[in-house]
């Protein structure tokens, strides 16, 4: 009885796996893989020397005149 729960469960989760990334084609998914790197100009450039794979990088923030950014 057990295994048979345990398949169920394995089944079950493949399904949800499936009907959540329904939508999503392979270039989407390549580049959402490439979001961790796109806050940093200069890891973005070395993902993108090693993988080949273009990252859209975002620039970082700069401070405004008056204001102050704070790290946490």
């Not at 009907?19 to 961790?36: H, I, K």
């Not at 100009?41 to 005149?65: D, F, I, S």
């Amino acid at each position: 009885m057990e295994i048979f729960f345990d398949a169920l469960g394995v089944v079950f989760l493949w399904l949800a796996v499936e009907y959540c990334l329904r939508r999503e084609t392979a270039d989407s998914l390549d580049e959402a893989s490439m979001v961790p790197f796109a806050d940093d100009p200069e890891v973005a450039r070395r993902v993108e020397l090693a993988t080949g794979k273009t990252v859209r990088a975002v620039a970082p923030e700069v401070a405004k005149p008056g204001w102050v950014n704070l790290d946490m």
